[in-house]
């Protein structure tokens, strides 16, 4: 039946991977959508941001039309919950896709691209038991010839699960069938450098241990850890253990395990896992999975990000936005850098903090004036840090920048999510997008965001808003 799509996400939705969400959407009801030229547009009613976007450019009998809306999880979180369905979600709905996307090769983290991903899946499935999964990869740069045994092992777990692998170059992956063979699979696997604690499996008959260090930066936030140990957890309930699942080695101390809301605590309590000598809260709290966001910076940056691809001849080079998957810098011939963690590596680990590389939470580039954008976001609360965070560019910019567009000038701006206010009077300030929708530009906006305002306006103007209530 024909209905409207809607995609939450707190990413910023790329044109490659709505197109693979919406072919699946519409192949798994044996239909092949026409796809043509991907636009998101801002929706605007009487002159302000309606905080939706609507994506043009398919053509299928079964979508009416794609809306797209910032959220957030209070927790754990896949990147994109797509419903189908006339009316905006709400908490009450059931999604027909919970996909967890990423850019990450085996080749660049062995650890990123599966291990680090896999909790979230076990998270969703206590809200979404029936919901489809989809482990949805967007790779830019090639894979490795032959996957390592940790992005199989992982890809492995998934399959258990039930989660389906779009988007690599190999996406079928042989489901263990038992508890043992998965056992024997990660026994078989070459082991960390001296000095690494091992993830090891051992079966005692009615209790299995784990062992994998999760203390890190003074808590429990061992991010690859954390996944690993919890779709190992996961798969074996699925295979159907029902015996004790402790993790040791992990490295914690009794306060580090008494904060209700951490992820991983919460999926421990969900599988019945326990952390060895160290007493996990009786109960946790009961949370919703997931909330429109209201007052994140990024409602900011993906705005312009998108408003400035969809009608402008600009576009991104790089970005970061908050709580977002960090992008590849893009060169002139279309080459994807990872952007080094460090300043000064050496200096970093030895404790200068201040030598880690910052980089803006986005890069634009106006071909025509040949300019290059450096964009910081920030709550309209936090203006004046934002402002600060402008003078730490300079790395970023002789490193990536300067070397591969020599010939651009460089401007750095900040741009604003939130309060009330309708004008803007730093002029290191270009944008607000504040709480009601208003969109304000700065004394001192480059050329590229007042002509992006100026068309999206033109593009709106007489025309009626798809919730079909208010005129433009």
């Known amino acids: 039946m024909r209905s409207n799509l809607w995609i939450l996400t707190e990413e910023y939705p790329k044109n490659d991977v709505l197109i693979m969400i919406v072919q699946t959407f519409c192949l798994d009801r044996g239909n092949s959508p026409f796809v043509g030229y991907i636009k998101v547009i801002p929706i605007i009613g009487n002159n302000n941001f309606l905080f939706t976007y609507q994506v043009l450019g398919f053509d299928t009998p079964l979508i009416d039309r794609i809306f797209i809306k910032i959220a957030t999880g209070y927790s754990s979180f896949v990147d994109f919950l797509v419903f189908q369905q006339e009316h905006e979600p709400t908490q009450q709905d059931t999604p027909i896709y919970a996909i967890e996307e990423t850019k990450t090769t085996d080749k660049e983290s062995r650890n990123t691209g ?85 993830i090891d499996i051992v079966n005692h008959g009615d209790k299995i241990q784990i062992s994998g260090r999760l203390f890190k930066s003074n808590g429990l936030s061992h991010d690859p850890n954390i996944g690993t140990l919890s779709s190992i957890a996961y798969t074996l309930r699925v295979l159907g253990y029902q015996g004790q699942i402790e993790i040791t080695l992990h490295g914690l101390l009794q306060n580090h395990v008494e904060k209700k809301k951490n992820k991983f605590i919460r999926i421990a309590k969900l599988l019945d896992i326990t952390i060895e000598g160290l007493s996990l809260p009786n109960e946790i709290a009961e949370i919703p999975y997931w909330r429109y966001d209201t007052n994140g910076e990024k409602l900011a940056t993906i705005f312009i990000h998108l408003v400035v691809e969809n009608f402008t001849d600009g576009y ?112 290191e300030v270009s944008f607000l997008l504040n709480e009601h929708g208003n969109l304000i530009l700065g004394v001192q906006s480059p050329t590229l965001f007042i002509n992006a305002l100026k068309n999206l306006y033109s593009h709106w103007h007489g025309i009626v808003s798809p919730f079909g209530s208010i005129r433009i």
């Open 114 to 198: 599966v291990s680090q991903r896999s909790a979230k899946f076990a998270y969703v499935h206590s809200y979404y038991p029936k919901t489809p999964k989809i482990m949805l990869y967007s790779l830019r740069n090639e894979e490795n010839e032959k996957l390592s045994d940790t992005n199989v092992f992982g890809s492995r777990l998934l399959a258990t699960q039930g989660v389906r692998i779009l988007g690599k170059r190999r996406n079928e992956f042989d489901p263990f069938t038992s508890v043992e063979e998965l056992i024997d699979f990660k026994t078989r696997m070459r082991k960390p450098p001296v000095g690494n604690v091992p």
């Open 316 to 427: 991104s080079i790089f970005d970061n936005h908050a709580g977002s998957e960090k992008s590849y810098f893009v060169t002139p011939d279309k080459q994807y850098l990872a952007l080094e963690k460090y300043e000064d590596k050496g200096a970093y680990k030895a404790g200068d903090t201040a030598k880690r590389l910052h980089i803006p939470d986005l890069i634009l580039i106006d071909p025509t004036k040949k300019e290059i954008i450096n964009i910081e976001g920030k709550k309209y609360e936090n203006m004046l840090n934002g402002i600060n965070e402008l003078g730490n560019y300079d790395p970023i910019e002789s490193r990536y920048v300067r070397p591969n567009y020599p010939d651009h000038t460089v401007i750095r701006t900040v741009v604003l999510y939130g309060s009330s206010q309708t004008q803007l009077d730093r002029v």
